[in-house]
């Protein structure tokens, strides 16, 4: 089983930037499709972006297409979030995930197709 913990959260102003890691540990990750899923006060767990075992498939959600970039280092046991010009609506408890899957380009989308989460991570943007 895989454990994964996410670090960088914090609170920016809007425009601002953070970069958001998750580590693994327990397996290697190179076996497994990942993603970042946030969760604001009050509402769904909702997708931001999903990362293929390969890095050659990627997913983002509309709402963060173009400021948001998600990468993972399998040697590092590491996924990353690069979010820039950061808006007060992107303000929520963001959540690194993990499935296994047997095909390297696949990169799964739905909340519930996961079955590992870290703990969450609290990302804060004022206005």
């Known amino acids: 089983q895989v454990q994964l913990v996410e670090s960088g959260g914090g609170m920016v102003q809007a425009g601002g930037s953070l970069r958001l890691s998750c580590a693994a540990s327990?397996?290697?990750?190179?076996?497994?499709?990942m993603g970042w899923f946030r969760q604001a006060p009050g509402k769904e767990r909702d997708i931001v972006a999903t990362?293929?075992?390969?890095?050659?498939?990627?997913y983002y959600a509309d709402s963060v297409q173009g400021r948001f970039t998600i990468s993972r280092d399998n040697r590092e046991n590491t996924m990353y979030l690069q979010m820039n010009s950061l808006k007060p609506e992107d303000t929520a408890v963001y959540y690194c995930?993990?499935?296994?899957?047997?095909?390297?380009?696949?990169?799964?989308?739905?909340?519930?197709?996961?079955?590992?989460w870290g703990q969450g991570t609290q990302v804060t943007v004022s206005s």
């Open positions: 990362i293929s075992r390969d890095g050659t498939n990627t």
């Open positions: 327990g397996r290697t990750v190179s076996f497994y499709s």
């Open positions: 995930t993990a499935r296994e899957v047997m095909t390297w380009s696949y990169a799964f989308r739905a909340a519930n197709s996961y079955n590992h």
